[in-house]
């Protein structure tokens, strides 16, 4: 989840029927940027209504990774991206490597999920380019999406409340018209982030077209992410700040130090274009700043560093670059239009009774932020099982990062007791202390999760040996290098 981080539904049976036939079109060789071999591209014509099949229509587009064993296994790997708004399809190369000793003998599958992509996207304007304060000021930000909403609702599966239409629920119901196409009886499903989420919930409404679950840094469907981000995010910091209470004892006055001291005036190099900037640094800024580079332990590394040349030298520009840093990769960009339309209809209706305290730090900013967005944008409905997580029918791992700022260990502990309840041995939570938003990329975690989805039985897949996983440390902090002069080098 980049910062993002987001009742109509009937029997899942009649909503197949009122959906009507699939209607595939046929696979054709394509390639993508970033991955050498020849692929498989398609696209399913979906309702963007389901309950009006003969009613606007639109286009989901999927690519296959064939495997490269002729005598393939008949269960495919969906992979389901995060957000919500990531495009499974430009994910591929990033985590293709992740999956490739699976890749031997099973296809993988990527979907871009309605809103997402190339399947009837609900894109903003980049605003990478745009001067800092302007990417992170709120006021800013509630301008361009209102001007985002304005012109998404112009588009033909926007119009008269089409982005009521964007649910996961409704999502799901697309991804299993896709596995019916393809002729995949069962999918082991990846999911991370968001796709936690996307993935629960295609296993309650279709749990016996699911052979194994991997989920790793879990989105509950009872989230209420504007009030957890804030809990979370906070965790995070009070947990950067004791883990290097020895060797940067200063830290936490530097903190604090650093909050008392704003507002304040600053000159700040773009990250990307170079060019200086000069604007006002506020309490949300530099929380905003903040909070992204925790997502991954390797740039958290860098923000005590950089939060000591803020607060005791006046330079910004550390924190402002690690901010920009996480989200630059443009296989992580949202379509926020598929944002906000999930999180509106999801989480933002529970946010009332949600018993998360705010951070001590972040506060409301996150709740206030998206209040707003929602007071105008066209929520869908969201059936009241939604929020429920059946006992698992199939094996499922789940995997959570100790220091993750958005889905930490919490969410994943509750998860899996749902999950394995009057079956156990179905469930195997994984905790990694260390790791940040996402455990599947570290080294030897790829060979666990091949040995979870390859194993023969159901009774072999788990429990999981993760040592290796478990035992990794957290990066040491960063130390400035000094100029002969003492001072520290630019």
Known sequence: MREPWQRLLLLPALLLVLGGAAQAAPLEPCRIAGIPNELRCGSLQRPLDPARPDGVKIDIHYVVVPAMARNKQPDAVLMLAGGPGQSAIKLAPRVLSRLSRLHNRRDLVFIDQRGTGQSAPLNCPDDSQLPITEQLDSAAQLRRLDACRAALEKLPYGKDGGLRFFTTSIAMQDLDAVREALGVPQWNLVGGSYGTRAALEYLRQFPTKVRRTLIDGVAPPDMALPASFSTDGQAALDKLIAANAKTQPQLRADWQQLLASLPREVTVAHPLTGQPERFTVTRELLLRAVRAPLYQPSLAAALPAAIHAAAADGNFTGLFGLGNAFGSNPSLRLAMGMHYS?????????????????????????????????????????????????????????????????????????????????????????????????????????????????????????????????????????????????????
Not at 361 to 370: E, G, I, S
Not at 392 to 421: F, I, K, N, Q, W
Not at 443 to 459: E, N
């Open 342 to 490: 999930v999180i509106c209809a999801e989480d933002m209706p529970r946010l009332a009774d949600s018993q998360d305290a705010p951070g001590a730090d972040f506060q409301a900013l996150d709740a206030r932020m998206y209040g707003q967005v929602c007071k105008t944008w066209p929520r869908g409905d969201v059936p009241a099982d939604f929020y429920t997580i059946p006992p698992a029918p199939s094996p499922v791992l789940v995997m959570s990062g100790g220091a993750d700022p958005v889905t930490p260990t919490r969410h994943g502990e509750r998860v899996a007791r749902a999950l394995a309840a009057g079956h156990p041995e179905r469930v195997q939570h994984l905790v990694v202390p260390e790791a940040g938003h996402g455990v599947m990329s570290l080294g030897c975690v790829r060979d666990l999760m091949f040995r979870f989805i390859d194993a023969k039985t159901d009774a072999a897949a788990l429990p999981q040996e993760a040592a290796c996983a478990t035992r990794i440390p957290r990066p040491p902090a960063f130390q400035p290098v000094q100029s002969p002069r003492g001072g520290a080098a630019q």
